[in-house]
């Protein structure tokens, strides 16, 4: 073997084994640099739907449907407000019936691409009960994906933009004295915004008055009667004794509940523009919304609107052409959180601000949703105040707290709010619901 081909072969080996060293001395690096890598980077294994249910409570009086979210990790699960109050059974019937079949076995982490999916798999969407259904859904995955994350929902959804979320609470009374009386009251709880409402909506049962109706023994007994005449007259008075008692300062708003007709909505809402309301609700019925062009034309009054839409595409128009400045949502009806935050973020474009819909017949989860958005939204307006009963926080632990007209939420991963299932058994629901008032002819009135 001549010098040259010695040499070659040489640097061959040579090279072999310096490449070989470098292998193993890489793979050892390797094995070093994952030892060493931060928690964080190493992410998380799926984890999938195990099952889907309906828990059906009434510990307050109201109604209240919970969507329980189970994971194929041990220990795992989600909560949902689906609360439907007037149409509770069905709710549970799609959620327990449709809704379980069509997760098991979901990513938990595709929260978009699920709602998605939920919503078109019944082909005709949008209504109440398939919408509250998808709402505890939506919900309850946020909720999963906080604990996973280890962090509170609001921080998900960017973190907060407030300290907590200011409330307005309700005053009442059948007198302008005394609603001014209601609003002392609260006043001295530290509230800084009040509803003020003269015996009930549109002062139903004014005057203790027997319907025509009632004596013709038309409708049911149960039914309630509205002098609108009455209600048009009272609005104004009291927001005239409320303010002379209480001051400039003390932010005052009314509900309308779409109980009279258009234009004397706008004849009422110019007659109490005088005494800077911070809001007037809900004007008009769904189907008389071409009026809000009349209604802006008219007054300056600042306006919320939103309730009764089911639809999210219902929003669109009015929100784009201003034609009111609070989005009245009930969150659980247009689906949950996902929908929710895109109706806040088209509504920072155009300076409509959040009021989300937060009555008694929303359960704790659900107030707990609201509250997690109101912290983290930009065009955030303002929140319903809640209170909850003893009973209640015994099936429900964990929710909201009101301090000094402000709510805030446990700083824990999620919502913060969990159930206590033996508990709320203790509670079963009914399925009555009256919303029946009458004029005194006994025509209907829409709310």
Known sequence: MNQSRRNTLKLLSTGAATGLSGLFTADVSAQAQNQTKPAYANGMAPVRVKSVKAIATAPQGSNLIVVKVETTEPGLYGLGCATFTQRAVAVVTAINTYLNEFCVGRDVDNIEDMWQAAYVSSYWRNGPVLNNALSGLDEALWDIKGKRAGMPVYKLLGG???????????????TPEAVADDVQRLMGLGFKYIRIQQG???????????PDFKEAGFGMETDQYMNERVYLKSVPAMFEVVRKRCGDEIELLHDIHERVQPMDAINMIKAVEQYRPFFIEDPFSPENMEWFRQLRQSTTVPIAMGELFNNINEFKEPMVNRMFDFIRCHVSQIGGITPAMKVARLGEWFNVRTAWHGPGDVSPVGHAAHAHIDLAVWNFGIQEAVNFSDK??????????????????????????DIDEKEAAKYPITTKSNWQVRKADGTIIRP
């Not at 009930?200 to 027997?210: D, P, R, S, T």
């Open 392 to 417: 209640m926080k015994a099936v429900f632990s964990g929710c909201p707290t009101m301090k000094n007209g402000y709510m805030s939420v446990n700083e824990v991963p999620g919502l913060g709010v």
């Open 160 to 174: 907060k933009a407030r300290f907590a979320v200011p409330c307005y609470s309700h005053a009442g009374g059948t």
């Open 200 to 210: 009930g909506y549109g002062a139903v049962g004014a005057l203790n008055q027997k």
